[in-house]
Every structure is written in C-alpha cells, then in structure tokens.
C-alpha cells in the first residue's frame, strides 16, 4: 500500500539524484557542464510571477527566487534565477524535489552539485544561493 508507494518514491528519488551525479562526472570538463546547463536554463520558461523581493533568496550576487507551498506530506516549489547557469541547476533541483515529501527531501541533499565545476558555477552561488534554496525547501 502506502508504504510501498513511498519506497518506490524514495527509490526514484535516490536514483533520479545519482543519475546527476552520474551525468556531471561524465560531463568533467567546464565547457561541457556549463552548455548542459545554459540549454536546460533556456528551455526553462520564465516565471515572472515570483520575480520579487518576497520570494528572492537573500545573500547571492545572482538574483534566485523560490516560492515554496505544500500539500499534506508534499512540497511544491518554483524556481527562478536572471542567470541561464542557475536556471539549468535550478530546473534539476525542481525536478528532484517537486512533490517530494519534506522527510525525503530533508534525507537527500543535491549531491550533484558537488560535481559540477567551480569553473561553471562559483562555490558562492552554490553556498549563498543554490544551498540556501535547498535547505529553504527541505525545512519549510
């Protein structure tokens, strides 16, 4: 029943997270990562909507917002950066954590940004801006 469902999630989620961990390993060289990303941030539409100081993340140089809401045992978030990078790092992190729910979301950090190239994305945009998105949703 229920139980099972969730393993199935977990299991999901767990290998949805190690396959960009897979892809980011194979993609070693900054010039790959970062095209991988700037194509997934243009096919990323724009969500004006949270374009705002309500839903922006404080503390990074490059503009992110997160808008986060919940359903019983589910969390529900949008994305947005005015950076291509981000927006591709951003569009993994909804598909990773959007309806997870907060439990598997709080157990399984990104491990995928480890991989990806200080060269493509500055360790502050991951510390101020990309972490602080995750650890946004995985607490709300």
Same mark, same amino acid.
């Given at each position: 029943?229920?139980?099972?469902?969730?393993?199935?999630?977990?299991?999901?989620?767990?290998?949805?997270?190690?396959?960009?961990?897979e892809?980011?390993?194979?993609l070693?060289?900054?010039?790959s990562?970062?095209?991988?990303?700037m194509?997934?941030g243009?096919?990323?539409?724009?969500?004006?909507e949270?374009r705002n100081?309500?839903?922006?993340?404080p503390g990074? #140089?490059?503009?992110i917002?997160?808008?986060?809401?919940?359903?019983?045992?589910?969390?529900h978030?949008?994305m947005?950066?005015?950076?291509l990078?981000?927006?591709?790092?951003l569009?993994?992190l909804e598909e990773?954590?959007e309806?997870?729910?907060?439990?598997?979301?709080a157990e399984n950090p990104?491990?995928?940004?480890?991989r990806?190239s200080?060269?493509?994305?500055y360790?502050e945009i991951?510390?101020?801006g990309?972490? #602080?998105?995750?650890r946004k949703l995985a607490?709300?």
């Amino acid at each position: 029943g229920t139980d099972r469902l969730e393993q199935e999630r977990r299991m999901n989620f767990q290998g949805k997270n190690q396959h960009y961990v897979e892809l980011f390993d194979e993609l070693d060289d900054p010039d790959s990562q970062a095209e991988y990303l700037m194509l997934r941030g243009m096919k990323k539409p724009d969500d004006t909507e949270i374009r705002n100081d309500t839903y922006r993340i404080p503390g990074c #140089k490059t503009a992110i917002w997160l808008k986060m809401s919940t359903d019983p045992g589910r969390v529900h978030c949008r994305m947005d950066s005015d950076s291509l990078l981000v927006k591709g790092v951003l569009s993994i992190l909804e598909e990773l954590y959007e309806g997870a729910p907060p439990q598997m979301a709080a157990e399984n950090p990104p491990a995928f940004l480890q991989r990806i190239s200080d060269y493509v994305m500055y360790p502050e945009i991951k510390t101020n801006g990309l972490l #602080k998105c995750y650890r946004k949703l995985a607490h709300f």
